[in-house]
């Protein structure tokens, strides 16, 4: 499975931003698509996921504010970001798990910076 990441950015505190994440290859198995992130010296931690069959899961810290949606005839998982503070500056990462909770991805796309100035 391959994972391609795009969308981050610079943005405002306050503004919005989208990031997408294209999947292909062996996606038969897929049960679970999620979102990671991880500012520096932290951890890296689950934002989002979303399961096949359309179940969505949030970190308390983005609820209201992020949501996960995926287009299957695309093959594409989004996660759209609003109401952004600084402390969501991180790199995200999106992810594809054989597990629906997605509690450790199994294949990794390359992380792309968000930064959220104040």
């Known amino acids: 499975v391959q994972l391609q990441a795009s969308g981050g950015g610079l943005v405002q505190a306050g503004g919005s931003l989208r990031l997408s994440c294209a999947a292909s290859g062996s996606i038969s198995r897929i049960n679970a698509q999620a979102w990671y992130r991880q500012a520096q010296g932290k951890e890296r931690e689950l934002v989002a996921a979303?399961?096949?069959?359309?179940?969505?899961k949030y970190t308390d810290r983005v609820k209201g504010r992020f949501t996960i949606s995926r287009d299957s005839a695309k093959n594409t998982v989004y996660l759209y970001m609003s109401n952004l503070k600084p402390e969501d500056t991180a790199v995200y990462y999106c992810?594809?798990?054989?597990?629906?909770?997605?509690?450790?991805?199994?294949?990794w796309g390359q992380g792309t910076q968000v930064t959220v100035s104040s």
């Open positions: 979303i399961t096949s069959g359309g179940r969505t």
């Open positions: 992810a594809a798990c054989y597990f629906t909770d997605c509690f450790t991805g199994d294949f």
